[in-house]
């Protein structure tokens, strides 16, 4: 049974930093290109940052690129999101999803292309 579990969400001040985590089991999880997506209330589930199977190439949000970073540790079966300069609007349930398709460009990925979700977690940012 394949799954995704997400931790390191919390409420923290605007300015402030969290880590994300995704372990992932019951999965060959080096052989799968790994996102983080999320979604605030009202909105569509959005594409955050992504990242390929051997780590060799990472993809972001244009809106996110230098605040947040995608990492990967094949060997522990775990996906990282740092997230730095946290702002009231990165309020959201973040996801992470595990790819079996090739792209070229991760941004251009397709949502349903994602294989497997994890259940979520909660990132509140206050001002």
């Known amino acids: 049974q394949v799954q995704l579990v997400e931790s390191g969400g919390g409420l923290v001040q605007a300015g402030g930093s969290l880590r994300l985590s995704c372990a992932a089991s019951g999965v060959t999880f080096s052989s799968y290109a790994m996102g983080w997506f999320r979604q605030a209330p009202g909105k569509e589930r959005e594409f955050v940052a992504a990242i390929r199977r051997n780590g060799g190439s990472t993809y972001y949000a244009d809106s996110l690129k230098g605040r947040f970073t995608i990492s990967r540790d094949n060997a522990k079966n775990t996906l990282y999101l740092q997230m730095n300069s946290l702002k009231p609007e990165d309020t959201a349930v973040y996801y992470c999803?595990?790819?079996?398709?090739?792209?070229?460009?991760?941004?251009?990925?397709?949502?349903?292309?994602?294989?497997?979700w994890g259940q979520g977690t909660q990132v509140t940012v206050s001002s």
């Open positions: 999803a595990a790819s079996a398709y090739y792209y070229s460009d991760y941004r251009q990925a397709r949502q349903a292309t994602y294989d497997y």
